[in-house]
């Protein structure tokens, strides 16, 4: 049996300057997908889009602090709920968080009995144009029976070592939320098929529609491929992603010939690395997919 995980991709815009709106059309559109749409086991959408930012050039510089949230609080409670109700894995988007080192930009993870699996600060903000307090720490969450999943947020796309400590971790797809309307898009979407050829991975790229955000959401699979962009309006993007595409990638080749991650766990040990102090190979427990015959 394959190991596939469906996802519904909301490249949809938010109420501007009212996350109480914008979290009521979520709702709504979360648990009208729950009725219609019967093999989508995930939700997500675009970085901030429950915090409901101005377009960028309309966000005042209070705006983070005055609809930063607490987790746990009232909007973690209601997400929780949702996921329950609905027994979908959700990924809001991100939130603007309130922690005791400032605001944070934080993604949410909820798996199908309401309970707040995963959070992740976003490690590299926009600077210097996003003051939010950086993230130390990336993140995995693992879905039972399918595999493990990471997490990015918007310009951590372009670190290239946020992917490689995802796949080092065992990621084998990374969901991230997006909210892009500069001229940058096209780099970005460049960024997304090399992360996933690098790493052997599905990459869900999710920016927020115009005028919030220039659309063009991708779905790559672990060779790079582009399976499905977006165009700038909104959209409802629904994939399945097979987990074990990524790693037969690892295993047997990208295109049966590629095996880099393999070849980085035997050669990297031995290579001067003094900006990483050095290299560790993958644990075996981040491989167990690939150990398995084809």
């Known amino acids: 049996m394959s190991r596939l995980l469906t996802i519904l991709a909301l490249q949809h815009g938010h109420v501007a300057g009212d ?29 901030l889009y429950l915090s409901a930012p101005p377009t ?12 930063a949230i607490d987790v746990p609080g009232p909007t973690i409670d209601r997400l929780s709920r949702l996921a329950r109700d609905t027994g979908l894995w959700l990924v809001p988007g991100t939130v603007y968080e309130r922690t005791p080192d400032g605001i944070a930009n934080t993604a949410l993870v909820f798996d199908p009995d309401g309970e707040l699996v995963t959070r992740y600060r976003k490690c590299f903000p926009w600077q210097p144009f996003e003051e939010t307090t950086p993230g130390r720490r990336l993140e995995t969450f693992d879905i ?3 595999g ?4 990015a947020i918007c310009y951590d796309g372009t670190f290239p070592e946020v ?22 898009r096209e780099p970005e979407v460049v ?3 090399a992360n996933a050829i690098f790493n052997q991975l599905h990459v869900v790229s999710l920016n927020a529609p115009s005028p919030y955000g220039h659309g063009r959401s991708v779905v790559v699979d672990p060779e790079g ?24 990638a690892r295993r047997r080749g990208s295109f049966g010939i590629n095996r880099m991650l393999d070849q980085l766990d035997r050669l990297g ?16 427990e981040a491989k167990i997919h690939e150990e398995q015959p084809a």
């Open 225 to 248: 491929t582009i399976r499905y962009e977006a165009g700038t309006g909104e959209e409802q993007i629904t994939v399945t992603l097979d987990l074990d595409a990524a790693a037969t």
């Open 163 to 184: 992917f490689r400590q995802l796949a080092w971790y065992g990621a084998e797809a990374v969901l991230q939320p997006v909210l892009t309307s500069t001229a940058d």
């Open 191 to 193: 960024c997304a098929r």
């Open 144 to 146: 039972p029976g399918v």
């Open 148 to 151: 493990r999943i990471g997490l």
């Open 19 to 47: 996350p109480a709106a914008t979290l009521d059309r979520f709702e709504e559109r979360v648990r009208t997908a729950a009725t219609l749409l019967e093999h989508v086991e995930l939700v997500m959408a675009p970085e």
């Open 269 to 284: 040990p031995e290579l001067e690395l003094p900006m990483y102090g050095g290299y560790v190979p993958r644990p075996a």
């Open 56 to 67: 960028l050039l309309d966000e005042h510089a209070e705006y983070a602090d005055e609809v």
